[in-house]
């Protein structure tokens, strides 16, 4: 049984770790990384949780298990979809360095829109 085909577009967040490990090339994705970009340059990649936070108001990653896929893959997608229905965005509260900013950020209340 294939699951993914040629033409399935996958959307994910720093995709090549996830399709390194499992020794698949596909030539059509979405990676969060390339749409949004972290403020420091090309170099740097913003994590998923503070994307998910900044731009989605919502909290991820921040329990006692940490990573969930489903919910990092929902994260993903929503991020995806906001960014082409919505174009360039700014966050509400935007960080110096999205990959710094920890868990004890996360529970402070963000700003809505």
């Known amino acids: 049984m294939k699951i993914v085909s040629a033409e399935t577009i996958i959307v994910g967040h720093s995709l090549e770790n996830d399709l390194?490990?499992?020794?698949?090339?596909?030539?059509k994705i979405i990676d969060t990384t390339v749409l949004y970009r972290h403020p420091?340059?090309?170099?740097?990649?913003?994590?998923?949780?503070?994307?998910?936070?900044h731009f989605l108001q919502r909290r991820i990653q921040c329990g006692e298990v940490g990573h969930?896929?489903?919910e990092d893959a929902r994260a993903a997608m929503d991020l995806a979809l906001l960014k082409f229905q919505k174009g360039n965005l700014i966050p509400r509260e935007q960080p110096d360095d999205y990959s710094r900013v920890d868990n004890r950020d996360l529970s402070r209340s963000p700003s809505r829109m």
């Open 20 to 27: 390194s490990a499992l020794k698949i090339v596909h030539k």
């Open 68 to 70: 969930n896929s489903i």
């Open 40 to 53: 420091r340059g090309m170099l740097f990649r913003p994590a998923l949780r503070i994307l998910a936070l």
